[in-house]
């Protein structure tokens, strides 16, 4: 019996890499959709990632790898967005955007936990998900797939989401990777539309759109994917600095970084800046990336690179290393992962994952009016006064406007397990309504209504990738439809079903209340219902400011300080809602912030202590948010940071000191010449229940 070790996965990648063909080799990098010829590209491209299967075809497809010269299996991946999107009758959460309301960590990370435990059932071990992307102009389609406006709300909520996905590590059998994309500057659009240059410089990629990026690279995501964008020039795919210095030198990132769809392929028929595939496996490989989406044209291109000496074998092998080593690092030799009926037929959409769900639509509700007339507001209605309820609007009862993009029936799949979610596995608002509706209560229409809910906002034709609108109004007759409603004279609510802010006509800006929902997922309806008869308290805030009118965009909250004039000529600057905006059934106070000392040098720290107070007849939720304003910089710099925020729950006429720590590091500017640095200086630590000026109160620190 040899007494030799056994070998290490260093060794085992190396023992491997020895043995492969060239062919096999370039296989190894490709990742291609694998629905209905998954073993046609294992037997003839070598394949070493497929998307876009599951269940009995990701067995498959398993078993045709592993059984192949080498045994190398296939690493199976799918967009599970909010939600294992494209399993019918999974959990699906509402989308980013609306659990970025929540600022909940520990709600983010749970309902990534559920994702990945569902996806683990299905066969796939790797999910294309959170999306750091840093939202500025709303006509953008994908808005609603990020965490908003702000670095530091976009990188805590994301990194929770990456400790939900990856769970205990590489060797958790209900881990999934998780990925953090698009990298770099994405969302930095022309005119709003998809996958346009993004005009940005070195220093405001790292004032504003690293951040988030750095921070998931730093909490150990393990995948990172490229965006579509090109940047002074450059696309993302083929930016050597943003990929391989920026990513793998600055920030150690150990993972794999892989292309969005085609990205490969857009070298060459989109941006033009490559000849041909052999050109553009080149640049790619050499810029840092390791796995090639959807371009089976790189297998021939990279075949070409290598004949014609525009790539060596040496720089290849160094590739295939990194997407063999994480593949032993996964345990996927030992065991790739197969599906399991029992696991899929206990967990899958179980109860316990739509009680998740159920929490997340709850927490991702956001209260935007709520008028008080003879001191009673609308909201929440009073149960024990029957009342004549007519509900009515294009969402009021639209599953799919619900769940929105990126789930079944969305457009981006369909597939052997259904091309909707079952109809069952929604509760509607008009489903939630129905099973919450109190007694003596009817409902009837508006014309012989006591009150009109009316459910609008945007549907699947205006949302998502290459999806970007003109305008944001209401579509199809909805301003029409309002516009009748409140001509009726009757208590009218407003609820938003929308994948985005939205431009709001006058009748919804005026309405006695308005909640917005975003896309809260398959429980939304519960939730919104729960709200509207008093069993729930809405405690979500904005993450993502709302404008007035199209023409302000891009509006938010952080922009960099200096104009002529406090707005524009024909209108007001500040959004119709603010970033951190959201009202609730209790009226919260915050008291004045008190320091624990009033300078600090730059290796210390201040405590930051205010009371809050609910003012309110029934508990609640407060979210306090800590900002601050560098009163004089080096270079300029944003009017107004987040720094912190805390979500504190209390009773009826109860009080509480909520305390953060703030850092003097955590100040940081980046200079004229691109440097992270802090500067001495005044500061202004601003506390409250918003970014507006109205809702905070202050205090001064100075750094030395």
């Known amino acids: 019996m040899s007494t030799e070790p056994y070998p290490s996965s260093a060794e085992k990648v190396e023992m491997l890499l020895g043995r492969m063909t060239v062919e096999e080799k370039i296989g190894q990098l490709m990742q291609l959709d694998g629905r209905g010829r998954y073993i046609e590209l294992i037997r003839d491209y070598h394949v070493g990632s497929l998307l876009h299967i599951n269940g009995s075809d990701a067995d498959a497809a398993l078993k045709a790898s592993m059984s192949g010269r080498l045994g190398i299996p296939v690493l199976l991946a799918d967009d599970g967005i909010h939600g294992h999107s494209f399993w019918a009758g999974a959990a699906i959460f509402p989308t980013q955007l609306a659990m970025a309301c929540s600022w909940d960590t520990e709600l983010l990370e749970e309902a990534a936990r559920v994702t990945a435990v569902e996806m683990r059932a299905t066969g796939l071990k790797w999910t294309f998900s959170p999306v750091l992307c840093l939202a500025r102009d709303l006509r953008w ?119 969005d769809w085609n990205n490969v392929g857009h070298l060459v028929d989109n941006q033009r800046i490559c000849a041909d595939y052999a050109e553009a496996a080149a640049v790619a490989l050499k810029a840092g990336n390791d796995l090639i989406m959807a371009t089976p044209e790189f297998f021939d291109g990279c075949r070409e690179a290598l004949e014609r000496g525009l790539l060596s074998v040496a720089e290849l092998d160094a590739v295939v290393r990194r997407v063999l080593n994480l593949k032993f690092r996964m345990g996927l030799f030992e065991n790739p992962g197969f599906s399991d009926p029992e696991r899929i037929r206990t967990r899958v959409g179980c109860v316990a994952h739509r009680q998740v769900a159920l929490r997340a639509a709850r927490e991702s509700l956001v209260l935007l009016r709520n008028e008080r007339k003879d001191g009673m507001a609308l909201l929440p209605f009073d149960p024990s006064r029957p009342r004549k309820l007519a509900l009515v609007g294009p969402n009021a009862d639209s599953p799919l406007a619900q769940l929105g993009d990126w789930s079944l029936g969305s457009g981006q799949m369909t597939g052997p397990s259904g091309s909707e979610h079952p109809r069952s596995a929604t509760v509607t608002v008009l489903d939630g309504i129905r099973r919450l509706l109190p007694s003596g209560w009817t409902l009837v229409e508006p014309e012989t209504a006591d009150l009109i809910v009316a459910v609008v906002g945007d549907r699947l034709d205006y949302i998502g990738e290459t999806k970007s609108t003109a305008t944001l109004e209401l579509q199809d007759g909805q301003i029409e439809l309002l516009q009748s409603l409140a001509a009726l004279g009757k208590p009218l609510v407003g609820i938003l079903i929308n994948s985005k802010p939205l431009v709001l006509p006058r009748v919804l800006m005026e309405a006695p209340a308005l909640l917005e929902a975003f896309n809260p997922g398959m429980e939304g309806g519960t939730a919104i219902a729960e709200a509207l008869f008093g069993l729930l308290n809405p405690s979500g805030k904005l993450p993502i400011s709302f404008p007035r009118h199209v023409g302000q965009q891009p509006v938010f909250y952080n922009a960099v300080r200096g104009q002529h004039g406090a707005g524009y000529a024909d209108l007001p600057q500040d959004p119709a809602f603010s970033f951190g905006f959201g009202l609730g059934y209790s009226e919260f106070s915050t008291g004045e912030p008190r320091l624990d000392r009033d300078a600090i040098r730059r290796d210390e720290a201040v405590s930051v202590e205010a009371e809050v107070l609910n003012l309110g007849g029934r508990e609640g939720v407060e979210v306090v948010q800590l900002y601050v304003e560098d009163e004089v910089t080096s270079a300029t710099w944003a009017r107004r940071e987040l720094k912190a925020w805390k979500r504190v729950k209390l009773q009826a006429g109860e009080a509480a000191r909520v305390r953060f720590e703030l850092k003097a590091e955590d100040l940081w500017i980046i200079d004229a010449a691109g440097n992270k640095v802090v500067e001495p200086g005044r500061f202004r630590i601003l506390v409250g229940s918003s970014s507006r000026d109205r809702d905070l109160k202050e205090a001064r620190l100075t750094v030395i």
């Not at 504003?208 to 998931?216: D, M, N, Q, T, V």
């Not at 579509?228 to 920026?246: F, H, K």
């Open 141 to 259: 389609g994908r808005i609603g797939e990020t965490f908003g406006e702000d670095p530091l709300l976009i990188g805590e909520l994301a990194v929770a989401m990456i400790r939900g996905y990856q769970g205990r590590g590489l060797s958790d059998p209900d881990a999934v990777l998780a990925t953090a994309k698009h990298y770099a500057g994405y969302s930095e659009t022309l005119g709003g539309r998809d996958a346009s240059e993004a005009e940005l410089s070195t220093r405001k990629l790292r004032s504003s759109f690293l951040p988030p990026f750095e921070r998931a690279a730093k909490a150990g995501a393990m995948t990172f994917m490229t965006g579509y964008q090109s940047i002074d020039g450059v696309p993302s795919t083929a930016s050597r600095w943003l990929l391989t210095t920026v990513l793998k030198e600055e920030w150690g990132f150990k993972g794999i970084l892989v292309t």
